[in-house]
């Protein structure tokens, strides 16, 4: 199975192929639908068939390359389009099939009716391909072309429905919006290779991290490449200053946020970040930098999300703050807590979208949460799966989340300080009391939507197996990553599964204090009472006194106006660097740049030619006298020069 | 045969030459012209046997039988020429035959 790993990126674009040349051919959405869906189920098969085969074999094997062939050769510098099956690329491609499989397979009923059905199944096969080649590939290019697919393809489905309006404009501008800024990552990421390239002479991934462990490099040039390295990563998975465009990435598809904005492709730059960690453990100022921006990222975004009113915005929020917590684990050297919380907020997460789908699918497109209210009769299937997985993300104990953010927490405290663990426990509560508040408001408490015009139902099966398939991963998928407290040294599978990945890089850090179980066990008692603190406060707030809300948000005006408008960073942003940029083009670039300069320094030239020919051209009489003349002038002085020179 | 020294039919030359380019440059009637290239041709043909003689080789005054040859065969093709032309134009002034510009 683990030579047939190409056929997992195989199958996706042939699905694509087929949907995006015949899929408006085909017209039946069932038979789209099905080799949309197909392709990444098989894929998916594949790829669990290639885990139990890595799985049966020795530690020191589980590493694999499958090289297809030579991609580049140009002097000394060799690219094979090869793709390395390890613990890590496999625990990546089992989350993208598994819930890009689950995504395909809810998106048939979701997009039911669509004159872009065949497109959004083409699209989102494409992702899935590009996605593949970013985990699976062996080397920083084949990495980078699925790195910027991904983006291509979040560019494509955020603006799917390019003749909507979102907010203030269109979506083809929040799909531009979204592919500009991660053009800025993606710059980092361009400069890193050439870097890597330079310091390493290689961009194989085991060549270059097998030199970073052993050869004398300055710390200083681990650094550079860390930090820009760091600075791609920001691109994808929405850090600081980069997050602006997730959260308007949600005038895509509900699935499209699920699958892209949520589960996958903004995880690359965690990814990135993973693979790349013999690098950073090189760098100490680096890592340092990557937990203070993930750390900050969780909280701006966890205070932002207190107040927003769009379902999706809602979520959207909470996903830049949890792939702060993915970043705050990575720059505290716990690579493999980061990826465990990259595995479970992809099923509680890609579960709160679809659920949150299912919702607006029920309530006709409305996505203000202000206008739901007592959905949970309506939607008994959609209120028990969101509920769960609101509990996930809220760290209640025994679901998913509460392994992983503990986990984080832990690293936190541990390697970073009290601080750290102080404002990712803020976060932690503010995350428990925001998803709460959407789960209050929109399937507890009085109906306030308009009973003449809005019908709401429960979804087709088709959309609501998947949830509950994600329901009960939510549950259960934290097992794998028990806390070594309660388990022993051996006993979180998960992070054993993943020690020979991070093993280089454990050897250089080396920092791990020595913290008394009972330490841990306090925190993790106090997370917990925060947290269910917070989630009490929530629902007794949203869901018995909605005027106390009403009350505070206006006590605190100046607050709560600077939380709703996110603290007026797209304003600003769009004060001090697009207005600028767009000016300094049209007054400077454009009007005196090409117009005067370029324009006016060619134009001119032809110009003087054609004076300088419009006067020599009246020596052409046409008089042949005239002619002779001149012919006789010069050879007079030919004549007069040979006689003189003599 | 002696008595005569070479520079003076080197001077006759020079004057016919540029008796001839006078002519050429001046005058408008094209047959005139044409005369006066002819003439050119005859101070210099008048140079080579000039030369010829006084160094004792013939080979200038077989030359000059070539420049003559040419010159029959050149004076032909461009009386041809301006018969043609004054058909065509009902004129031999030069300077009203201005067509060859831009």
């Known amino acids: 199975m683990i030579n047939l790993i190409y056929l997992t990126v195989l199958l996706p674009l042939v699905g694509f192929l087929i949907n995006g040349v015949f899929g408006r051919k085909i017209k039946n959405e069932k038979i789209v639908g099905a080799i949309g869906a197909g392709a990444v189920g098989i894929s998916f098969l594949i790829v669990v068939g290639a885990f139990f085969q890595t799985v049966g074999l020795p530690v020191e094997q589980r590493s694999n390359t499958v090289e297809l062939f030579t991609w580049l050769s140009v002097a000394g510098l060799q690219v094979k389009f090869a793709y390395l099956v390890d613990q890590l690329s496999l625990t990546m491609a089992l989350i993208v099939t598994g819930v890009g499989f689950l995504i395909h397979v809810y998106s048939i009923g979701y997009m039911h009716g669509d004159k872009g059905f065949w497109r959004f199944f083409a699209y989102l096969n494409l992702f899935i391909f590009a996605m593949m080649n970013l985990i699976l590939g062996d080397n920083f290019v084949v990495l980078f072309l699925g790195w910027e697919g991904v983006g291509l393809c979040s560019y494509l489905l955020i603006g799917f429905w390019y003749d909507r309006k979102f907010e203030k404009g269109t979506t083809s501008q929040a799909a531009k919006k979204a592919f500009v800024v991660n053009r800025i990552g993606d710059f980092g990421f361009l400069l890193v290779m050439f870097l890597i390239y330079l310091t390493f002479d290689s961009l194989n991934f085991k060549e270059v991290f097998a030199k970073a462990a052993s050869f004398p490099i300055a710390e200083s040039t681990f650094g550079m490449i860390a930090i820009f390295l760091f600075i791609g990563a920001t691109g994808k998975s929405a850090q600081i200053p980069l997050f602006v465009w997730l959260p308007d990435a949600m005038a895509g598809p509900t699935p499209v946020s699920a699958l892209i904005h949520a589960a996958t492709m903004v995880t690359a730059g965690v990814y990135m970040v993973s693979r790349a960690s013999i690098i950073f453990a090189g760098a100490p100022a680096v890592m340092m930098i990557v937990a203070v921006v993930g750390l900050l990222t969780a909280i701006l975004a966890a205070s932002i999300g207190l107040v927003q009113n769009d379902i999706k915005k809602v979520l959207a929020y909470s996903t830049v703050s949890q792939l702060g917590y993915m970043f705050l684990a990575a720059g505290m050297g716990a690579f493999s807590a980061s990826i465990f919380h990259v595995m479970t907020h992809a099923f509680f997460k890609a579960l709160l979208f679809l659920g949150a789908g299912s919702v607006i699918h029920g309530m006709h ?214 207005q600028p940029i767009q000016k300094g083009s049209e007054k400077l670039l454009w009007k005196v740049a090409d117009v005067t300069l370029i324009d006016g320094a060619v134009n001119g030239l032809a110009k003087l030619i054609d004076r300088i020919s419009g006067s020599l051209r009246k020596i052409q009489s046409g008089i042949a006298q005239s002619y002779a003349l001149i012919m006789m002038g010069g050879i007079a002085l030919v004549i007069l020069w040979l006689i003189l020179s003599l | 045969m002696s008595s005569v020294p070479m520079e003076y039919y080197l001077i006759l030359s020079a004057f016919m030459f540029c008796v001839g380019v006078a002519g050429v440059l001046i005058r408008r009637n094209a047959i005139i012209v044409f005369m006066c290239i002819e003439l050119m041709l005859n101070s210099a043909n008048l140079t080579l046997v000039t030369f010829s003689s006084y160094l004792g080789n013939s080979i200038g005054q077989i030359f000059v039988f070539f420049v003559m040859t040419v010159a029959a065969a050149e004076a032909a093709a461009g009386l041809a020429i301006i018969i043609a032309i004054f058909r065509n134009k009902k004129t031999v002034n030069i300077d009203e035959i201005n067509i060859f510009k831009w």
Do not use: C
Request: proline fraction near 4%.
């Open chain 1, 365 to 578: 497109e409305e996505q203000n949460i202000q206008k739901y209210g007592g959905l949970k009769k309506y939607m008994p299937r959609t209120y028990l799966t969101f509920f769960i997985a609101t509990m996930a993300i809220a760290g209640v104990p025994g679901l998913s989340g509460f392994f992983s953010k503990d986990e984080i927490l832990w690293n936190a405290y541990a390697n970073g300080g009290f601080v750290f663990w102080l404002v990712g426990m803020i976060t932690a509560m503010m995350t428990a009391f925001y998803m709460f508040r959407l789960l209050s408001l929109t399937f507890y408490g009085k109906e306030r939507f308009d009973h003449h015009h809005i019908h709401p139902h429960e979804s087709p099966a088709v959309m609501t197996v998947p949830l509950m398939v994600l329901a009960l991963l939510s549950i259960i998928g934290g097992y794998i990553g028990l806390p070594k407290v309660f388990v022993g040294e051996h006993g979180n599978l998960f992070e054993s599964w993943l020690e020979p990945i991070y093993e280089p890089a454990m050897r250089k850090l080396a920092h791990f204090g020595s913290h008394s179980h009972f330490e841990e066990i306090l925190l993790m008692a106090v997370s917990v009472a925060l947290a269910l603190s917070a989630i009490y406060f929530a629902l007794n707030v949203y869901k018995n006194k909605p005027e106390f809300a009403e009350k505070v948000s206006v006590k605190f005006s100046g607050l709560y106006k600077l939380l709703l408008n996110k603290y007026f960073i797209d304003e600003v942003y769009e004060a001090a660097i697009v």
